[in-house]
């Protein structure tokens, strides 16, 4: 089981609470519960951490899915890191923890986000799991 790393940013045009809002609309769309949220502020840097969690009945496990929102002036980043969601001898997600990331990116995306770095299973794996989603 390989984790999915994504890294965006934005030019700011929405605050992080709406952000959050908005990312917040896709538990109630699934089955997806809120495990944390954590707001931090020192000086004119604000961060939001959220910890998502899913259930996936294709490999009966968990995924976990972690966000950090950070603004600093009018520059905003998202960093997504998924996890967990493996079963079995190899411990493979089948797509589990990528498909909850990149869900998560594309609300990301409509809130004006780019990616800039998609560290997702490459090879064998990848297309694998990109199969099995």
Same mark, same amino acid.
């Given at each position: ?28 769309? %699934? ?6 949220? &954590?707001?931090? +502020? !020192? #000086?004119?840097?604000? $961060?939001?951490?959220?910890? =998502? ?28 890191? %998924? ?6 001898? &190899?411990?493979? +997600? !089948? #797509?589990?923890?990528? $498909?909850?990331?990149?869900? =998560? ?29």
């Amino acid at each position: 089981m390989a984790g999915t790393k994504i890294q965006m940013t934005a030019a700011k045009h929405l605050t992080l609470s709406q952000i959050c809002q908005r990312l917040n609309q896709l538990n109630t769309a %699934s089955d997806v519960e809120r495990v944390a949220h &954590l707001e931090h +502020s !020192l #000086g004119d840097v604000q $961060s939001v951490l959220l910890v =998502y969690e899913r259930y996936y009945t294709r490999v009966s496990s968990y995924a976990s899915l972690t966000i950090l929102l950070t603004e600093h002036g009018q520059t905003q980043t998202a960093d997504l890191i %998924s996890s967990g969601g493996g079963d079995g001898y &190899l411990n493979l +997600s !089948l #797509g589990a923890n990528r $498909s909850f990331a990149k869900e =998560y990116a594309k609300a990301l995306e409509e809130c004006g986000f780019t990616t800039h770095k998609d560290d997702t299973p490459k090879g064998f794996f990848k297309k694998l799991e990109h199969l099995l989603e």
